[in-house]
């Protein structure tokens, strides 16, 4: 069976979270890696030692993946926002999980959309193997809501 998809305009809280999550990371990660990368410079180039300079390059690269990371998640939050629909489908809930242990991360995975970020109130209700109608967005996988169609009437779905 394949999802029946349609989009829905995001509501101002959506739009509002998409836009806090594209902005704030960027705010705290820009001046972190000027700082990090002018500290590494001014190593790499005061001592010209074998060890100090691998380690001036390590860190440059991870500066680098840093900076992809962060520039990968921005992108993914202004798509969504851009678009300003969130898709909804009808897909069955194959698992769900929790990942971390001080701030959990809540993730379901459905039928024909894969993997999807859920919020730990959402997480608590959903049941395993039931068939949602869910909201959620395509760039970020972030699932807005889940509507469990089992407790429906046939006509209703």
Same mark, same amino acid.
């Given at each position: 069976?394949?999802? !029946?998809?349609? !989009?829905?305009?995001? !509501?101002?809280?959506? @739009?509002?979270?998409?836009?806090?999550?594209?902005?704030?990371?960027?705010?705290?990660?820009?001046?972190?890696?000027?700082?990090?990368?002018?500290?590494?410079?001014?190593? $790499?180039?005061?001592?010209?030692?074998?060890?100090?300079?691998?380690? #001036?390059?390590? *860190?440059? /690269?991870?500066?680098? #993946?840093?900076? #992809?990371?962060? #520039?990968?998640?921005? @992108?993914?939050?202004?798509?969504?926002?851009?678009?300003?629909?969130?898709?909804?489908?009808?897909?069955?809930?194959?698992?769900?999980?929790? !990942? *971390?242990?001080? +701030?959990?991360?809540?993730? =379901?995975? /459905?039928?024909?959309? *894969?993997?999807?970020?859920?919020?730990?109130?959402? &997480?608590?209700?959903?049941?395993?193997? =039931? /068939? &949602?109608?869910?909201? &959620?967005?395509?760039? +970020?996988?972030?699932?807005?809501? $889940?509507?469990?169609?089992?407790?429906?009437?046939?006509?209703?779905?």
């Amino acid at each position: 069976m394949l999802p !029946t998809e349609a !989009t829905v305009p995001l !509501t101002d809280e959506q @739009r509002n979270w998409l836009r806090v999550n594209a902005i704030f990371p960027a705010l705290f990660a820009i001046p972190i890696v000027f700082v990090i990368g002018a500290v590494l410079l001014f190593i $790499a180039r005061r001592f010209h030692a074998l060890p100090v300079t691998i380690f #001036a390059c390590a *860190g440059g /690269l991870l500066l680098i #993946a840093v900076t #992809a990371g962060v #520039a990968l998640h921005v @992108r993914n939050n202004l798509r969504d926002l851009q678009r300003g629909v969130a898709h909804v489908v009808t897909a069955r809930l194959l698992s769900k999980r929790a !990942t *971390g242990r001080n +701030t959990k991360s809540f993730y =379901a995975t /459905l039928e024909h959309v *894969g993997d999807v970020i859920v919020m730990h109130d959402l &997480y608590a209700t959903l049941s395993e193997q =039931a /068939l &949602y109608r869910v909201t &959620y967005s395509p760039s +970020t996988k972030r699932c807005w809501s $889940a509507t469990n169609l089992s407790y429906l009437p046939p006509n209703a779905r």
